[in-house]
């Protein structure tokens, strides 16, 4: 007997809620991570605190707040999975 559709094309799987949940952990996590880092190589690159090697160097107050607003995006998608996880349509 010979099916109409392919063996390969299977429908994508819809991930369950607790894998949105753990995506949103993790960026959540990985987003306050960047978010302190940042802050703390701005400081750094600011010449705010001494005794390190990048202590007065411009490059680190300019990587710093990049680092945070990649920190504060991924925070922000983190929130989201996590606000996301009980709206969809019932079971």
């Known amino acids: 007997m010979v099916s109409d559709t ?8 819809r991930p369950d809620d607790q894998e949105i949940a753990m995506s949103g952990w993790f ?3 990985l987003g306050l991570l960047g978010v302190v880092l940042g802050a703390a190589c701005t400081v750094q690159g600011l010449g705010y605190v ?14 710093g707040p990049v680092l ?19 709206s969809g349509p019932p079971a």
């Open 27 to 29: 960026r959540l996590t």
């Open 6 to 13: 392919p063996a390969d094309s299977v429908a994508p799987r």
């Open 68 to 86: 945070m607003l990649a920190g504060l995006v991924l925070l922000w998608l983190g929130a989201r999975a996590r606000n996301r996880r009980g």
């Open 50 to 63: 001494e005794g390190s090697v990048m202590a007065g160097q411009r490059i680190w107050a300019v990587i």
